[in-house]
């Protein structure tokens, strides 16, 4: 079973997927996030996800591992 996600909230415009990674400390840098993606250990709502750019909308869950963060746009 997997744990409830942490909420990150996100203030301002919708925010893309590899500075969420960073933003929500899933990622150490943008080089991590490279790596992560490359290593196919992301998932956005439970599918895979390879595109750092992908925008994320509120409520979107990001992955990595069994680390789990949701967005919330305010």
Known sequence: ?????IDVPITGEPIRLGQFLK??????DGSHVKD????DLVTVNDEPEIRRGRQLVNGD???VGP???????S
Not at 36 to 39: C, K, N, Q, T
Not at 67 to 73: A, G, Q, S, T
Request: no cysteine; charged share 30%.
């Open 1 to 5: 079973m997997q744990s409830e996600p």
């Open 23 to 28: 933003l929500a400390g899933l990622a150490e």
């Open 36 to 39: 992560l993606l490359d290593a």
């Open 61 to 63: 869950v990001v992955s």
């Open 67 to 73: 680390e789990r963060r949701r967005v919330i746009l």
